[in-house]
């Protein structure tokens, strides 16, 4: 297995965990209207062109508060984390596989 590309020092996560939260489901241009009204309508999240489901990781953990008032999230796995996990780079495309990139995510190089 070839090991995941470092990521460069000064691209540093914030640990929001929204990465982590929501699943890529649909494709928003390949829907029928009806469909659109329906997925609509259960309230999925809609971003860069797909329907998102709120479908947190069972290994996404809320960390302990730092005082900051920030609510940060952590990975109770990082260490076993699975390939899917250890590619995420902040791209919404890498090998193939589709990530959820959230708006504002500090580790985004690029959206391509």
Same mark, same amino acid.
């Given at each position: 297995?070839?090991?995941?590309? #470092?990521? #460069?020092?000064?691209?540093?996560?914030?640990?929001?965990?929204?990465?982590?939260?929501?699943?890529?489901?649909?494709?928003?241009?390949?829907?029928?209207?009806?469909?659109?009204?329906?997925?609509?309508?259960?309230?999925?999240?809609?971003?860069?062109?797909?329907?998102?489901?709120?479908?947190?990781?069972?290994?996404?953990?809320?960390?302990?508060?730092?005082?900051?008032?920030?609510?940060?999230?952590?990975?109770?796995?990082?260490?076993?984390?699975?390939?899917?996990?250890?590619?995420?780079?902040?791209?919404?495309?890498?090998?193939?596989?589709?990530?959820?990139?959230?708006?504002?995510?500090?580790?985004?190089?690029?959206?391509?």
């Amino acid at each position: 297995m070839i090991p995941s590309p #470092p990521i #460069p020092s000064n691209l540093t996560c914030i640990r929001c965990g929204e990465c982590c939260r929501w699943l890529p489901l649909v494709l928003i241009k390949q829907c029928k209207p009806h469909q659109l009204h329906y997925l609509r309508e259960r309230g999925l999240k809609e971003s860069d062109g797909y329907f998102l489901a709120d479908a947190p990781c069972r290994h996404l953990q809320k960390e302990e508060p730092d005082g900051s008032g920030v609510t940060m999230w952590g990975c109770a796995i990082y260490d076993k984390r699975p390939a899917t996990c250890r590619d995420f780079c902040g791209k919404a495309l890498s090998g193939g596989k589709r990530f959820y990139v959230p708006e504002g995510c500090t580790m985004a190089r690029n959206r391509e």
